[in-house]
């Protein structure tokens, strides 16, 4: 009866008659995605912001214990040097002719100067730096840091573990949440025919309005779980969309979806 009067009351409210029969129905749109699993996985590992500056660190310790060993060598250098050195020639005459009146401040004399009496000048040169002994310090660092890019390398490991069970993780919910939609869709037709039944009978007088009352709740319950079922699969494939920073609808990187959206 209560249903039987916010029928009533709609009707009302929208102006229809109240011997016009209407009925409520429960349709709701499900658009699925399809996703590739692998390809999933593929853009999790490729993208992950944590797993790029985890490589990064390894890449940058490799670098420090390679300058570490290097300390531990003996290095030498040596430079060779061949050429010509002026004789100064050039600061005296510009110091002579300035400070002097009358001075010539010809191109000629000048250039004269510039190019004259210059000398030759050979050098050789030889620097070896050969490591201090330090009590087995140097070592001891060494084993340190190869013992904490081991130590990077097997986090490094644990977290494409970890973000492989939770792309998984999430490609289950996704897939569970589109089965429960299928089902409860299912479920949404039997109840509607069940209360359409229950209806007719309800009007003959052939059931109770309890009976009728418990099956429009049935009804409602199978909408809402239609409704649960829908907001559950969104969810997960939003969290998947997050974890892969890639648009299965679009199969386009993400940032690029969200750029659109704001107008970038």
Same mark, same amino acid.
């Given at each position: ?7 009533d ?25 399809? *996703?590739?699993?692998q390809? #999933?996985?593929?853009?999790?590992? @490729? ?11 390894i890449v ?10 290097? #300390? ?8 060779? !040097?061949?050429g010509?050195?002026?004789n ?28 004259k ?10 620097s070896i ?5 330090? !009590? ?17 390398k ?13 792309i998984?993780?999430?490609?289950? @919910?996704?897939?569970?949440?589109r ?6 869709a299912?479920s949404?037709?039997? #109840?509607?025919?069940?209360y ?8 003959l ?9 418990n ?6 319950? =199978? ?5 649960? =079922?829908?907001i ?28 659109? *959206?704001?107008?970038r």
């Amino acid at each position: 009866l209560s249903y039987k009067r916010l029928k009533d009351d709609f009707k009302r409210t929208i102006g229809l008659p109240l011997d016009q029969q209407i009925d409520v129905v429960g349709e709701i749109d499900v658009k699925f995605i399809e *996703i590739d699993e692998q390809q #999933a996985f593929d853009e999790a590992f @490729a993208r992950s912001i944590s797993l790029d500056n985890a490589h990064n660190s390894i890449v940058v310790q490799e670098h420090n214990i390679a300058v570490q060993q290097s #300390a531990d060598k003996i290095n030498a250098s040596l430079s060779l !040097s061949y050429g010509l050195n002026e004789n100064d020639q050039f600061g005296e005459f510009w110091s002579s002719n300035f400070y002097n009146q009358g001075g010539d401040y010809s191109y000629e004399n000048w250039s004269n100067n510039l190019f004259k009496d210059f000398n030759r000048s050979n050098s050789v040169s030889i620097s070896i730096n050969i490591p201090v002994w330090d !009590s087995g310090r140097r070592k001891i660092r060494l084993q340190t840091s190869d013992l904490q890019l081991e130590q990077s390398k097997r986090n490094i490991t644990i977290q494409e573990e970890q973000l492989q069970i939770q792309i998984q993780n999430s490609l289950d @919910a996704v897939r569970n949440a589109r089965d429960r939609i299928t089902l409860n869709a299912t479920s949404i037709k039997t #109840a509607e025919l069940e209360y359409e039944i229950n209806y007719q009978k309800f009007t003959l007088g052939e059931i109770s309005s309890d009976q009728l009352t418990n099956s429009n709740n049935r009804l409602t319950t =199978a909408n809402q779980n239609v409704l649960s =079922a829908q907001i559950d699969y969104l969810t997960t494939l939003a969290s998947l969309y997050n974890q892969t920073f890639w648009d299965f609808e679009n199969n386009c990187p993400l940032n690029e979806t969200v750029g659109k *959206i704001i107008g970038r």
